[in-house]
């Protein structure tokens, strides 16, 4: 672990060596990350530096606690050379996801790398969860760190995606009516005093954004949308690379957007602990809804049926296309389990639906993310923070 400056000594400024240090230890410990085991020399090649100045660089992160020697590179002439790596047990984090039916956990070590899974099955709408959110998490991240044979005090970071959205002036969750407990204004501060890590709390469909945008469909793209279409739908919007949060954090709640066909949904968040708060697009393309269009077949069992495929296609093809005359994307990505069930024969009807309109035509791909996208995404800025934390031996 990188110390801490000691008191009463003057803070490092740009230009100096401590600074300069620690940007190149940085740099190293991010190529690390990034290839796995490097040699001095290939550290040396990639970062531009001396082989002297490596070689300090090497030791003074060995010291600290964040790099280590992994054996010898092999199969090349001459003496063989140490191979470096990121120390795994430098820094350890959290992830969560909360459904429906209950919260998933997984930690992982600040190279990346899943070492402990947990699950809490709960309904979330049940009158005994409504007391013991904070509980529930608290259970998942214990699972998960049993199984990685970790203690809770190796934990440095926490990110948890939920559906809805933290507003930024009251820390309440808004748009999230099936989930009643996790609507506590002191819910933020109570998951930080359980788990005993700093915590964030991120809206799951922009979490399964982020994802698709380090690891999957949107790889290559700055401008996009990505459609949840799960029991909930939602969307989240990318512009510029960086991703519209709204006022109370709930852009992109394309779920209560009023269509043709589809009832008003009145009330807000707080009407109701229904799925749909009543209407709107979510009413017509969630799972329940398909569902219903093939007399409440097993969703998978219900997009074989052409005719079930086509109604959905053209109903979330009207959604897009409303979200498409707002923000003029240049791909929209379709996650969730109606996309990931109806597949490539959803997609080219709901690409079929949007040809001939008087709009822009964005690229249009299905998600082929393996595991759960919102861990992804919750994993990747656990591992952010915690490596901005770790990293920095300024």
Known sequence: MASSTTPGTPAATPGTPAVLRAMNDRAALDLLVLHGPLTRTRIGELTGLSKPTTSQLLARLETAGLVRSSGSESGRPGPKALLYEVDPSAAHVAALSVGHTGISAVVADVTGRVVGR?????????????????????????????????????????????????????????????????????????????????????????????????????????????????????????????????????????????????????????????????????????????????????????????????????????GIAAVVAVVDPELVVLSGQVAEAGGEELRTRVEAELTGLALPRPLLRISELEGDPILVGALHIALEQARDAVFDTS
Do not use: C, K
């Not at 199984?147 to 009251?170: F, K, N, W």
């Not at 939602?234 to 957007?257: D, F, K, S």
């Open 118 to 318: 947990g699950r809490v099955e709960a309904d979330a709408v049940a009158e005994d969860v409504r007391n013991r959110t904070a509980q529930l998490v608290h259970e998942a991240v214990e699972a998960a760190l049993a199984e990685a044979g970790l203690r809770a005090d190796r934990l440095h970071h926490t990110v948890i995606g939920t559906p809805g959205a933290l507003d930024p002036v009251s820390g309440e969750l808004r748009y999230a009516p099936h989930l009643p407990g996790w609507h506590s204004r002191t819910l933020l501060a109570e998951l930080t005093e359980e788990i005993g890590t700093p915590v964030r709390i991120e809206n799951d469909v922009n979490l399964a954004a982020l994802a698709e945008q380090y690891q999957g469909a949107a790889q290559d793209h700055d401008d996009f949308v990505l459609a949840w279409v799960d029991r909930g739908v939602g969307a989240a919007i990318v512009l510029g690379g960086t991703l519209l949060r709204g006022a109370t954090g709930g852009a992109g709640e394309i779920g209560y957007m009023p269509l043709p066909g589809a009832p008003l949904a009145r009330g807000g968040e707080g009407a109701t602990a229904g799925d749909d708060g009543g209407g709107g697009l979510q009413s017509l393309v969630s799972v329940p809804a398909v569902r219903a269009l093939a007399g409440d077949a097993p969703l998978a069992e219900a997009l074989t049926v052409p005719a079930v495929l086509d109604e959905t296609a053209r109903r979330l093809a009207t």
